[in-house]
């Protein structure tokens, strides 16, 4: 080969770009880059938006703490312990099993998140509220209650992900304001379960006029603060339809395809980028830790 030719054919080819260096490429009809696009064109705050988020988040948030009010006369009335002074301690394996859940599923839903979408992970986290808490207030068993509550914890993975989403549906302007909703909503949750447990539990008792002994909220006096919450947790569900996905989904395969025919063609070698620092706000799986 002649070496000027050659030489031009190196600099030609060191002056080309390479479209995988540095680079990821969208796949076409990438949903996080439509809602980038939108975010650009509107640098507003998404009121809307944030408000869907808030209510989701709300509803998700408020099983956690309402059947405390009730868990002892629950226990009482399942007739688990043989001894009055006995029903602390099957209260505390009831109580603690949503967690437990929650501790061994959420990295796992973060890990979902990341590969199938923020919208499914939240969807199936509202889902399994409405089924499994209502499945709660309908206990009969002991461990019908254990396992109700242990699953409501394995499937409702929303903590990180809806910490995410809050970040990337907005301008890097109102991520503050976006994750300070989700925080607020949760702790208004966490005011509102309760109360709602401990006025509308036993609803035979405290208001016979309005409910008789023989329905199905005197069968079952733990059901009707579960269904409050399971409803509300419904109209969440129906708001997620107009919740946008934000995950940018890649061409990784074809890039890779790019990049290896590249380096036969130029036999050139190429060192290896360095990942660009990781945004925590946007990452289910550090939100996690994040309080």
């Excluded at 989701?56 to 309402?66: F, G, K, N």
């Excluded at 002892?72 to 301690?89: H, N, P, R, S, T």
């Excluded at 329905?215 to 006096?221: E, Q, V, Y």
Aim: glycine fraction near 8%.
């Amino acid at each position: 080969i002649n070496p000027p030719v050659e030489r031009a054919h190196r600099t030609a080819a060191m002056a080309a770009p390479l479209l995988a260096e540095g680079r990821r490429v969208c796949r076409e009809g990438c949903p996080g880059c439509r809602l980038d696009e939108i975010n650009k064109a509107n640098t507003g705050v998404p009121y809307l938006n944030f408000f869907f988020i808030w209510v989701v988040c709300l509803c998700a948030a408020l099983p956690i703490q309402s059947l405390f009010p009730y868990l002892y006369f629950m226990i009482q009335d399942l007739k688990v312990a043989k001894q009055e002074q006995d029903i602390g301690f099957y209260a505390g394996f009831v109580g603690y099993t949503y967690f437990l859940g929650r501790t061994i599923s959420a990295v796992p839903w973060g890990m979902f998140a990341d590969k199938y979408g923020r919208k499914p992970c939240i969807v199936i986290s509202i889902l399994s509220v409405i089924v499994l808490n209502t499945l709660f207030g309908l206990s009969t068993t002991y461990w019908m209650a254990i396992v109700t509550r242990g699953l409501l914890g394995l499937l409702c993975g929303i903590l990180g992900p809806i910490k995410a989403y809050a970040s990337e549906v907005c301008t890097k302007e109102h991520q503050a304001l976006g994750i300070s909703l989700v925080t607020s909503s949760r702790a208004i949750a966490l005011i509102i379960g309760p109360a709602i447990g401990g006025f509308l539990a036993q609803p035979a008792k405290k208001y016979p006029n309005l409910f008789s002994e023989e329905s199905i909220f005197g069968r079952f006096p733990y059901f009707l603060p579960c269904l409050v919450i399971s409803v509300l947790a419904a109209g969440a569900c129906v708001a997620c339809i107009w919740l946008p996905e934000t995950l940018h989904v890649y061409n990784d395969d074809k890039i890779e395809a790019i990049d290896t025919m590249e380096v036969e063609k130029n036999g050139i070698y190429k060192e290896p980028t360095k990942e660009p620092a990781v945004d925590v706000s946007n990452n289910p799986l550090l939100c996690l830790f994040s309080p």
